[in-house]
Nanobody, 122 residues
Framework: QVHLVESGGGLVQAGDSLRLSCTAP????????GGWFRQAPGKEREFVAH???????YYADSVKGRSTISRDDDGTTVSLQMNSLKIEDTAVYYC????????????????WGQGTQVTVSS
């Protein structure tokens, strides 16, 4: 069992930046791909970004160019830096881990965090 804990959510204004972090047992993200998903009220959970076990990154078109996913050297933390936030970025953001490489499908991830709320106001 892999326990994931997200942090860094909050209330920000449009145009601001936010950094989300996902902490896991040591070397988790050296063995598993790490992903960020989000779910807005009344909508399905959607892919945001992924970093593979060997460091390749993938982004949803909606955040590409203004978001960066990264991993620390010991594979404990995966972070998502989001810039130029928009109102439509408001959602609960979930961290996930799984034996996947570049997957955008939530059902392919095995482990999930509890989520952190991001609210972007005008």
């Amino acid at each position: 069992q892999v326990h994931l804990v997200e942090s860094g959510g909050g209330l920000v204004q449009a145009g601001d930046s936010l950094r989300l972090s996902c902490t896991a047992p040591e070397r988790t993200f050296m063995r598993y791909g790490g992903g960020w998903f989000r779910q807005a009220p009344g909508k399905e959970r959607e892919f945001v970004a992924h970093i593979s076990w060997n460091g390749f990154t993938y982004y949803a078109d909606s955040v590409k160019g203004r978001s960066t996913i990264s991993r620390d050297d010991d594979g404990t933390t995966v972070s998502l830096q989001m810039n130029s936030l928009k109102i439509e970025d408001t959602a609960v953001y979930y961290c996930a881990a799984g034996k996947v490489a570049g997957s955008r499908m939530a059902n392919e991830y095995t482990y999930w965090g509890q989520g952190t709320q991001v609210t972007v106001s005008s």
